[in-house]
């Protein structure tokens, strides 16, 4: 939109048109710091008593605050049953966490779950087998 202001024309310009809707950019003069990422297994009583694995895979202290999480079950991406938080803010850092939550059918059916968080910084991978679970 183009508007007179005294002797000069000024404009207004969404920066949504420019980034899109998803972008996240992220001005700093801190350096990047990595996550570190825990994570953890399905607990016996809930395979027990729900029939159900949740995994939760945490991440504490990491900037700046975006991250991507990919759980793998033997290699392969599982895209459901996942919920990712959005990363808060703690004083200069960020943490998040991210839950896998499967139906114990589907949690026998792979030895070993991953937790794939990449970070402008770095990509850490913890892995929980299946059977040390047991």
Known sequence: MLRR???????????????????HMTVTGQPAVPPVVSLFPPSQEELKSKNKATLACLMDGFH???VQVEWLGDGRTISSGVETTKPIKQGDKYIASSYLTLSRSEWEANESYTCKVTHESKTIEKVVSRLACS
């Open 5 to 23: 202001v005294g002797r000069f024309l000024s404009c207004c310009v969404s920066l949504w048109f420019v980034f899109g809707g998803g972008t």
């Open 64 to 66: 700046p605050g975006v």
